[in-house]
């Protein structure tokens, strides 16, 4: 592991009785990157995020943090900050006593009056947890996470559940973060939300790695466009137009998925020059994201 | 910006004032944990019962404790192990046996507090007075006697489901009590219920207070063996509960 590693997983497998929840994962996490962590439900994140996290041993492989160190151990769990999907936290404690009672957990933690002001919870520090919106709480565990100043962040779908300004909220904090230089693993359900924030995509399904690189190179890999059209030409026309592999009905006319939009789109108006309301757009994350998994599967 | 240093005892103290805070601040816990045994003691101890003042505040006082390990511990471990609490806090560097004593040492607090309460209805409105040493005596009998309920309870918060649990420990707790002997005296019971009474750990806890209150005589070291044996099955059973853990998602 050289310096810019801070955790290295080689040959991981697990298994839950009869069901194999990870098989040969191989991943290695650099320094100051925030890697996104995809994958449909019951692909295994949150095991592979237990398992970082020392909640459930290794069975099979080997996990190594900043290091040598083991999952769960003292030092180990001294320099990763979590967030985790369901924190169960005591509702009858307010922000304040929160971040003293998880900042008295390290050596050396952030001032609660900054880490407050940081989560953009003025105001709110003494109000009990429980009284707190949805979009507060998560804030108030962002900071949780935050506040043992931790050399890599493991957030567990940070934005589950809350409306689009507290998404963008804490994505703004994630970002200072990042930009601060902490490392971050971030689960997310959110395409947009990977798209925005990550350096990385890790795309997990039944438990294996189907692809790992920058966003961008994870659209490349699904080399599909997006063509919607209105024309008078039938489905059955469009679907035999070149490159084209998928076809569907959408208000406005037809959505076509092509791997070659240039040759498609011209054969399309050589066979209906009234097509109208053309837009040819480049395969998303998502869509290449469902791409990977349906394939998959 | 600015790190703040946290001394290295802070987080047991922390946990303790955390968990402490949150109990007090739940009214469906500190009400029924503190009124009932309070209440009974008042109707029974000191109303009802001429002379009852004495051997009904080591009866009511044992019941009162043993509740409040029990549901402190039992229904507050199978909670907070469900809603996920527990995983945070073992993810966090939190000292993972703070986690536990801490909510023990709440657990002996909060039954101290009806200790106390009973111990100043007693000196009050029934007029009992003792020693100082006896009154330490009795404090000590109740804190030790509390840390065998909340192993205990420890042991059934880690197998229990939150739902299951205020059920299962409420079936368990008014039995145990009343086959203890400690809401009619285990000497007044038929034979075999007395011989029953006898491998019940309420009894030979509220057998320990009676003998610091001047009530009668113990075996103390019987009692005192077995709560030993009965606690350190519990501790068996909890720690195979706490190990379990690490195989749920």
């Given at each position: 592991?050289?310096?810019?590693?801070?955790?290295?997983?080689?040959?991981?497998?697990?298994?839950?009785?009869?069901?194999q929840a990870l098989a040969g994962i191989r991943?290695?996490?650099?320094?100051?990157?925030?890697?996104?962590?995809?994958?449909?439900?019951?692909?295994?994140?949150?095991?592979?995020?237990?398992?970082?996290?020392?909640?459930?041993?290794?069975?099979?492989?080997?996990?190594?943090?900043?290091?040598?160190?083991?999952?769960?151990?003292?030092?180990?769990?001294?320099?990763?900050?979590?967030?985790?999907?369901?924190?169960?936290?005591?509702?009858?404690?307010?922000?304040?006593?929160?971040?003293?009672?998880?900042?008295?957990?390290?050596?050396?933690?952030?001032?609660?009056?900054?880490?407050?002001?940081?989560?953009?919870?003025?105001?709110?520090?003494?109000?009990?947890?429980?009284?707190?919106?949805?979009?507060?709480?998560?804030?108030?565990?962002?900071?949780?996470?935050?506040?043992?100043?931790?050399?890599?962040?493991?957030?567990?779908?940070?934005?589950?559940?809350?409306?689009?300004?507290?998404?963008?909220?804490?994505?703004?904090?994630?970002?200072?973060?990042?930009?601060?230089?902490?490392?971050?693993?971030?689960?997310?359900?959110?395409?947009?939300?990977?798209?925005?924030?990550?350096?990385?995509?890790?795309?997990?399904?039944?438990?294996?790695?189907?692809?790992?690189?920058?966003?961008?190179?994870?659209?490349?890999?699904?080399?599909?466009?997006?063509?919607?059209?209105?024309?008078?030409?039938?489905?059955?026309?469009?679907?035999?137009?070149?490159?084209?592999?998928?076809?569907?009905?959408?208000?406005?006319?037809?959505?076509?998925?092509?791997?070659?939009?240039?040759?498609?789109?011209?054969?399309l108006l050589a066979a209906d020059p009234t097509?109208?309301?053309?837009?040819?757009?480049?395969?998303?994350?998502?869509?290449?994201?469902?791409?990977?998994?349906?394939?998959?599967? | 910006?600015?790190?703040?240093?946290?001394?290295?005892?802070?987080?047991?103290?922390?946990?303790?004032?955390?968990?402490?805070?949150?109990?007090?601040?739940?009214?469906?816990?500190?009400?029924?944990?503190?009124?009932?045994?309070?209440?009974?003691?008042?109707?029974?101890?000191?109303?009802?019962?001429?002379?009852?003042?004495?051997?009904?505040?080591?009866?009511?006082?044992?019941?009162?404790?043993?509740?409040?390990?029990?549901?402190?511990?039992?229904?507050?471990?199978?909670?907070?192990?469900?809603?996920?609490?527990?995983?945070?806090?073992?993810?966090?560097?939190?000292?993972?046996?703070?986690?536990?004593?801490?909510?023990?040492?709440?657990?002996?607090?909060?039954?101290?507090?009806?200790?106390?309460?009973?111990?100043?209805?007693?000196?009050?409105?029934?007029?009992?007075?003792?020693?100082?040493?006896?009154?330490?005596?009795?404090?000590?009998?109740m804190a030790l006697g509390s840390l065998t309920?909340?192993?205990?309870?420890?042991?059934?918060?880690?197998?229990?489901?939150?739902?299951?649990?205020?059920?299962?420990?409420?079936?368990?707790?008014?039995?145990?009590?009343?086959?203890?002997?400690?809401?009619?005296?285990?000497?007044?019971?038929?034979?075999?219920?007395?011989?029953?009474?006898?491998?019940?750990?309420?009894?030979?806890?509220?057998?320990?207070?009676?003998?610091?209150?001047?009530?009668?005589?113990?075996?103390?070291?019987?009692?005192?063996?077995?709560?030993?044996?009965?606690?350190?099955?519990?501790?068996?059973?909890?720690?195979?509960?706490?190990?379990?853990?690490?195989?749920?998602?």
């Amino acid at each position: 592991m050289n310096k810019q590693t801070i955790a290295v997983i080689e040959d991981l497998e697990h298994r839950y009785r009869d069901q194999q929840a990870l098989a040969g994962i191989r991943l290695e996490f650099g320094r100051g990157l925030v890697t996104a962590l995809l994958g449909p439900n019951g692909a295994g994140k949150t095991t592979l995020i237990h398992l970082l996290l020392g909640l459930i041993p290794v069975q099979r492989g080997r996990i190594g943090l900043f290091g040598d160190q083991r999952p769960g151990s003292d030092r180990a769990r001294a320099r990763i900050g979590v967030m985790l999907q369901r924190s169960g936290v005591q509702d009858n404690l307010t922000v304040a006593e929160l971040i003293d009672l998880f900042g008295s957990f390290h050596v050396v933690c952030e001032s609660t009056a900054e880490l407050v002001a940081e989560a953009g919870l003025e105001g709110l520090e003494a109000r009990r947890f429980g009284r707190l919106s949805g979009g507060q709480q998560q804030r108030v565990l962002f900071a949780l996470a935050c506040v043992g100043r931790p050399d890599w962040l493991i957030l567990d779908e940070p934005t589950s559940g809350l409306d689009p300004v507290a998404r963008r909220a804490l994505w703004a904090a994630i970002g200072a973060r990042r930009a601060a230089g902490t490392s971050i693993l971030l689960c997310t359900h959110y395409l947009d939300e990977a798209q925005q924030l990550a350096d990385r995509v890790v795309v997990l399904n039944c438990g294996r790695v189907l692809a790992d690189g920058a966003p961008d190179a994870i659209r490349r890999q699904v080399a599909r466009d997006r063509i919607r059209v209105r024309t008078v030409l039938s489905a059955d026309a469009l679907a035999a137009l070149p490159a084209v592999e998928q076809v569907g009905v959408i208000d406005s006319g037809h959505e076509l998925m092509s791997s070659n939009a240039t040759a498609s789109v011209r054969a399309l108006l050589a066979a209906d020059p009234t097509a109208d309301r053309l837009e040819v757009a480049p395969t998303d994350l998502e869509t290449a994201f469902l791409h990977l998994t349906e394939n998959a599967a | 910006m600015n790190p703040v240093s946290a001394p290295t005892w802070a987080p047991t103290l922390y946990l303790v004032q955390a968990q402490w805070l949150n109990l007090v601040r739940t009214p469906a816990y500190t009400l029924p944990t503190l009124l009932f045994p309070v209440m009974f003691y008042g109707f029974f101890g000191l109303l009802m019962i001429p002379g009852g003042a004495r051997p009904l505040l080591g009866s009511f006082a044992t019941f009162g404790v043993m509740g409040a390990a029990l549901f402190a511990l039992g229904v507050g471990i199978a909670t907070e192990r469900a809603q996920g609490w527990l995983k945070l806090l073992r993810a966090s560097p939190a000292p993972v046996a703070a986690v536990i004593l801490g909510k023990a040492a709440v657990a002996v607090l909060f039954g101290l507090v009806i200790v106390v309460v009973m111990s100043a209805m007693a000196a009050v409105f029934g007029e009992l007075r003792l020693y100082t040493g006896q009154w330490l005596g009795f404090a000590a009998v109740m804190a030790l006697g509390s840390l065998t309920f909340c192993l205990m309870g420890l042991a059934f918060g880690l197998w229990l489901s939150p739902n299951a649990a205020p059920a299962v420990l409420n079936l368990i707790y008014l039995p145990l009590g009343f086959l203890s002997g400690l809401w009619i005296p285990a000497q007044q019971f038929p034979g075999w219920l007395q011989e029953l009474a006898q491998w019940l750990p309420p009894y030979h806890m509220a057998a320990l207070a009676h003998a610091v209150l001047g009530v009668r005589e113990a075996e103390i070291g019987i009692s005192l063996l077995h709560l030993g044996v009965f606690s350190m099955i519990c501790l068996l059973f909890a720690i195979a509960g706490w190990r379990r853990l690490d195989g749920v998602r």
